[in-house]
């Protein structure tokens, strides 16, 4: 497991939200994070590999299209960064 000073998801502070994904087809499911910052850069991280960055857009709908057509879908909800700060 990474250390916080090694996790780039973390290191990133400059996030706007973060949207949780999963795969259910599977058992266990797989879970996916986008995360979206104030510049309009768009990134699909994957926890179980070490928070490895495996997409990457500045578009939003060209990451959602992405995640829908490997048939994720989105955890109800966005985590919104000004709601920790």
Do not use: C, H
């Not at 949207?19 to 879970?31: G, Q, V």
């Not at 104030?38 to 992405?66: C, H, M, R, T």
Request: glycine share 4%.
């Amino acid at each position: 497991m990474l250390s916080q000073e090694q996790n780039p998801v973390i290191l990133n502070n400059n996030w706007q939200f973060v949207e949780l994904w999963i795969d259910t087809i599977i058992f266990p499911p797989r879970i996916l994070m986008l995360i979206g910052d104030n510049e309009g850069k768009y990134e699909v991280y994957n926890p179980a590999q070490q928070y490895k960055l495996i997409f990457s857009s500045n578009n939003y709908d060209d990451v959602n299209s992405w995640l829908l057509e490997d048939e994720y879908e989105r955890v109800d909800g966005k985590n919104v960064a000004n709601k920790f700060i």
